[in-house]
């Protein structure tokens, strides 16, 4: 069975913190994401990766950073979190043939 | 400006009826299409897929219709049930691009 884990499910930091979001896959998948996703406004993507050390921004990429230092493993990193990025953080993976994405659990993101 | 739209953000339903959701495009680069489910405080998870070869997709209760010309697609669920309650995004990519664009999603309520 496929998986698609993020290292927390809930999280509460302050404003000003650096925050880590870590995602780790285990179906070899060459592609990842990151998405916020926020009510009335769907998934946005922050960040892809479709390689090792490649990362290219997505949509709503200000304030955000992204690792890929292996091919499981995806991080999305808030330099310094503010109120706005309270959200819900979804990671998926894809294959590099492009067909359906694979999604985590999400990561509830409150920033106080 | 919105590539995919999904423009009814919720949608009540009878048990045992049809549920139709409903998704608007504007690129007409886009080849593939994707639809997505998602539960409360989970990851979406993958449903149902078309490429722009078909006009109909079936896969048990689920089936989802293309019709290029109008750009526009459907999904049909039959009958629908009280588990199928969820928000539902549909998703594009193409022209080149494995990167779909997501609607913003219709929340389903089906009722017992």
């Known amino acids: 069975d496929v998986k698609v884990t993020q290292s927390s499910r809930y999280l509460v930091k302050r404003t000003g913190e650096k925050v880590f979001l870590e995602c780790v896959q285990d179906?070899?998948?060459?592609?990842m994401f990151w998405y916020r996703q926020d009510p009335g406004l769907g998934l946005r993507l922050i960040y892809f990766?479709?390689?090792?050390?490649?990362?290219e921004k997505g949509d709503i990429p200000e304030g955000y950073s992204v690792s890929r230092e292996k091919k499981e493993r995806f991080s999305l990193i808030l330099e310094s979190a503010s109120t706005n990025q309270t959200s819900m953080y979804l990671c998926?993976?894809?294959?590099?043939?492009?067909?359906?994405?694979?999604f985590g659990p999400g990561t509830r993101l409150t920033v106080t | 400006d919105q590539q995919v739209k999904q423009n009814s953000p919720s949608l009540s339903v009878q048990e045992g009826r049809i549920s139709i959701l409903n998704c608007d495009y504007t690129?007409?680069?886009?080849?593939?299409f994707l639809w997505y489910k998602k539960y409360p405080a989970e990851g979406p998870t993958f449903l149902i897929s078309?490429?722009?070869?078909?006009d109909k997709n079936e896969d048990g209760r689920f089936t989802v219709f293309l019709n290029k010309s109008a750009k526009h697609l459907s999904l049909h669920i039959v009958p629908s049930q009280p588990g199928d309650s969820a928000v539902y995004f549909c998703?594009?990519?193409?022209?080149?691009?494995?990167?779909?664009?997501f609607g913003r999603g219709t929340s389903l309520i089906v009722h017992p």
């Open positions: 078309i490429s722009s070869i078909k």
């Open positions: 998926a993976s894809q294959s590099g043939t492009g067909d359906e994405q694979y």
């Open positions: 990766s479709y390689d090792v050390k490649m990362k």
């Open positions: 179906m070899d998948h060459e592609n």
């Open positions: 690129n007409s680069m886009f080849d593939y």
């Open positions: 998703a594009a990519s193409g022209g080149g691009s494995y990167i779909p664009t």
